[in-house]
């Protein structure tokens, strides 16, 4: 069984920062990738950052120069750094993995969610 783990949401004024957390526990062979997505209220859920096991990352357009996503294998965690946040960026945000459960057996899993909201 593998398990996400977010943390670090929260209420904030425009201009201000958070720091998000996701943390990877249970039974996995090996993570591919990591990545934050968000969901608005009324709108679809959205990639916001990826980063795969050789720190490559990729950004959605709304959120590049402003936002930075990290990664610890060793700890088997994310991050996600938001800075200069604003209003638009409410939503919550999602933690998902991509990994392997066995050798040959890989699947994507995600975690509860954590709030971010920036009041203008």
């Known amino acids: 069984q593998v398990e996400l783990v977010e943390s670090g949401g929260g209420l904030v004024q425009a201009g201000e920062s958070l720091r998000l957390s996701c943390a990877a526990s249970?039974?996995?062979?090996?993570?591919?990738?990591m990545g934050w997505y968000r969901q608005a209220p009324g709108k679809q859920r959205e990639m916001v950052a990826d980063i795969n096991s050789g720190h490559s990352t990729n950004y959605a357009d709304s959120v590049k120069g402003r936002f930075t996503i990290s990664r610890d294998n060793a700890l088997n965690t994310v991050y996600l750094q938001m800075n200069s946040l604003k209003p638009e960026d409410t939503a919550v945000y999602y933690c998902q993995s991509r990994l392997y459960t066995t050798y040959t057996n890989w699947g994507d899993y995600w975690g509860q969610g954590t709030q971010v909201t920036v009041s203008s």
């Open positions: 249970g039974s996995f062979f090996r993570i591919v990738a």
